[in-house]
T-cell receptor
Framework: AQRVTQPEKLLSVFKGAPVELKCNYS??????LFWYVQYSRQRLQLLLR??SRESIKGFTADLNKGETSFHLKKPFAQEEDSAMYYC????????????FGKGTKLSVKP | KAGVTQTPRYLIKTRGQQVTLSCSPI?????VSWYQQTPGQGLQFLFE???????NKGNFPGRFSGRQFSNSRSEMNVSTLELGDSALYLC???????????FGPGTRLLVL
């Protein structure tokens, strides 16, 4: 079964500390993986996708097929990074179905 | 380009009523997906439309239905509303399969 697991509901770090939001997936094949972010009172928006291999707002994520993980990392957290983060998977033939994890709420304290 | 828009933004209905939600995708996007978001279940896929055809459907009862028009605008309908249908309903559009989806602000439905 296709599944996305985000083991932490809440992650609290201090400003300037490194942050890693974990995402593990279950999928037999080559998935497309995404990170979405939802800031307070804003819509869900794409942060990054593994195929583009970009760094957005200082965040990076590497797809580890051996560990079936797609963890989101940032070396120095900022207060404006506080938000809800969702990892999502799109499988072959998914036809518009993104499978989301339950999300991790990141709180960056001053 | 203008983003995905959804109307109305808020709705209050009573049990047994029906409701229709509307979504306008980003110009040029032909795929429109709908999701239900609740605190307990998170984001769950309802269905997806592409060129006026439903291509995929999630695990929801037949009370949930949708359609897409020739201009790619989409509507979803929920009949015989139940208390458990209270949720944020999100619409997302995409240029194609396995591409990123771009979300609207959602319609918050409260069923009393």
């Amino acid at each position: 079964a296709q599944r996305v697991t985000q083991p932490e509901k809440l992650l609290s770090v201090f400003k300037g500390a490194p942050v890693e939001l974990k995402c593990n997936y279950s999928y037999s094949g080559s998935p497309e993986l995404f990170w979405y972010v939802q800031y307070s009172r804003q819509r869900l928006q794409l942060l990054l996708r593994h195929i583009s291999r970009e760094s957005i707002k200082g965040f990076t994520a590497d797809l580890n097929k051996g560990e079936t993980s797609f963890h989101l990392k940032k070396p120095f957290a900022q207060e404006e990074d506080s938000a809800m983060y969702y990892c999502a998977l799109s499988g072959r033939g998914s036809q518009g179905n993104l499978i989301f994890g339950k999300g991790t709420k990141l709180s960056v304290k001053p | 380009k203008a983003g995905v828009t959804q109307t109305p933004r808020y709705l209050i209905k009573t049990r047994g009523q029906q409701v229709t939600l509307s979504c306008s995708p980003i110009s040029g996007h032909r795929s429109v997906s709908w999701y239900q978001q609740t605190p307990g279940q998170g984001l769950q896929f309802l269905f997806e439309y592409f060129s006026e055809t439903q291509r995929n459907k999630g695990n929801f009862p037949g009370r949930f239905s949708g359609r897409q028009f020739s201009n790619s605008r989409s509507e979803m309908n929920v009949s015989t509303l139940e208390l458990g249908d209270s949720a944020l309903y999100l619409c997302a559009s995409s240029p194609g399969d396995r591409e990123a989806q771009y979300f609207g602000p959602g319609t918050r439905l409260l069923v009393l």
